[in-house]
């Protein structure tokens, strides 16, 4: 691993090494700019923060609890596991973190209208939620794939009055969704905030994402300090473009005794080409306004993902982490979807805790790891989501197996 500082961020360019930038259509520049500056200078004024802070205390119900799962622990014998639960956030995911720093910035800068993209809907509920909140129109483009596995999410976005936009293109997944969005921004340039989920899109969003998001590390080390007298020895957490994982990892990026694993999809297995694992089974490439790795064919062209998970069935991953892996900062890992289901329903059995299927990949690589572990490791895994909006894919697939 190279020596440096792993938390000194993006250059003025936007750029985590060969990663990142702006790559858009140059009637977005002047949008992009100025919600850099806007970003910048709100980060910097304490009214700003404090009225984050407010929100995040009274309407996402912070700090959320830094749980040690006992049962786990005893099962695997090894390391002694904590859940950072996200899942406990209003809404039901850590989305909600970043959704409210943004729709902050878009009524400091004027903006009226809201869109965004989502995969599992959690994001798009969460934007649905602070765009009621603060009064503002809310459009959400969705795959048509992912609307029909995801209903209940979708009902609840509808409930809050977000329009929903079905995309058709492609596999109707979030990669669509994402371009559909992108597309509307550049039509409605003036009055539009483009709200991204994750920590990737064109410089600012993969920083301003993470930032936002890095609520949950610093949380994390406080509370493990308070609990134990010292920081984990590891961190995991689920990755698809990686924004719970960006959020958990970043405070801790330069303790170099902390080992940090992010967990891609690796739906029915790498070698069947049948996954979302850009970073075990891509190259880099440029997609969604940023450079990072992709799954592509050998002309460029953007592969399909596949995953269990609809918030992890996308073809890219953030900058920030492509340049972490280069770095081997961080130790990137895939596991399929019958490990990430096997996970999913033994969490269920053992802690009472139903998470999402996203969540499930992160405790899949915890179920092979900790019992490896001296009882006497720290491990911190992030439980990104609640497992409400799965139920019908996970009782289909219980289903199909009986």
Same mark, same amino acid.
């Given at each position: 691993?190279?020596?440096?500082?792993?938390?000194?961020? &993006?250059?003025?360019?936007?750029? +985590?090494?060969?990663?990142?930038? #702006? /790559?858009? =259509? !140059?009637?977005?520049?002047?949008?992009?700019?100025?919600?850099?500056?806007?970003?910048?200078? &709100?980060?910097?004024?304490?009214? +700003?923060?404090?009225?984050?802070? #407010? /929100?995040? =205390? !009274?309407?996402?119900?912070?700090?959320?609890?830094?749980?040690?799962?006992?049962?786990?622990?005893?099962?695997?014998?090894?390391?002694?596991?904590?859940f950072k639960r996200e899942e406990l956030n209003h809404t039901g995911a850590h989305k909600i973190n970043n959704c409210i720093g943004q729709v902050l910035l878009a009524k400091r800068m004027g903006k009226t209208r809201i869109i965004a993209e989502t995969g599992a809907g959690m994001h798009g509920v969460a934007t649905a939620t602070v765009a009621a909140r603060f009064g503002l129109p809310c459009v959400v483009y969705m795959g048509a794939t992912d609307i029909e596995r995801q209903r209940d999410n979708v009902a609840r976005?509808?409930?809050m009055g977000a329009e929903i936009v079905p995309v058709t293109s492609g596999r109707g997944t979030l990669k669509d969704a994402m371009n559909e969005a992108l597309r509307d921004w550049v039509t409605n340039v003036d009055n539009t905030f483009y709200m991204i989920g994750t920590v990737a899109g064109p410089h600012p969003y993969p920083t301003m994402v993470r930032d936002f998001q890095a609520i949950i590390g610093r949380e994390t080390r406080q509370q493990m300090l308070a609990r134990e007298g010292r920081l984990p020895d590891s961190l995991v957490a689920c990755i698809g473009g990686g924004s719970n994982a960006m959020g958990l990892f970043y405070p801790f990026l330069d303790d170099a005794d902390v080992h940090i694993i992010g967990v891609e999809a690796a739906g029915h297995g790498l070698?069947?080409?049948?996954?979302?694992?850009?970073?075990?089974?891509?190259?880099?490439?440029?997609?969604?306004?940023?450079r990072t790795y992709l799954?592509?064919?050998?002309?460029?062209?953007?592969?399909?993902?596949?995953?269990?998970?609809?918030?992890?069935?996308?073809?890219?991953?953030?900058?920030?982490h492509a340049w972490l892996h280069e770095q081997g900062r961080v130790e990137y890992v895939a596991v399929t979807d019958q490990e990430a289901l096997d996970a999913f329903h033994n969490c269920c059995m053992k802690e009472g805790i139903i998470p999402a299927l996203e969540t499930a990949h992160a405790l899949a690589e915890v179920a092979k790891r900790a019992p490896t572990l001296p009882s006497d490791h720290l491990m911190v895994v992030c439980l990104s989501g609640r497992g409400d909006k799965d139920m019908p894919t996970v009782l289909r697939l219980m289903e199909e197996a009986q």
């Open positions: 691993m190279q020596s440096t500082t792993f938390t000194q961020g &993006a250059d003025a360019q936007g750029q +985590f090494g060969q990663f990142g930038g #702006r /790559f858009v =259509a !140059e009637t977005l520049m002047p949008l992009i700019l100025d919600l850099e500056q806007a970003f910048n200078q &709100a980060m910097s004024e304490p009214d +700003f923060l404090a009225q984050l802070d #407010r /929100f995040h =205390a !009274e309407f996402v119900g912070r700090p959320s609890p830094l749980y040690f799962a006992e049962r786990l622990t005893e099962q695997y014998g090894g390391a002694k596991i904590y976005m509808r409930l070698e069947s080409g049948e996954h979302a694992a850009s970073l075990k089974g891509g190259q880099p490439g440029v997609l969604h306004g940023n799954l592509q064919d050998d002309d460029g062209q953007i592969a399909d993902a596949h995953s269990v998970s609809a918030g992890l069935d996308y073809p890219g991953i953030g900058p920030e």
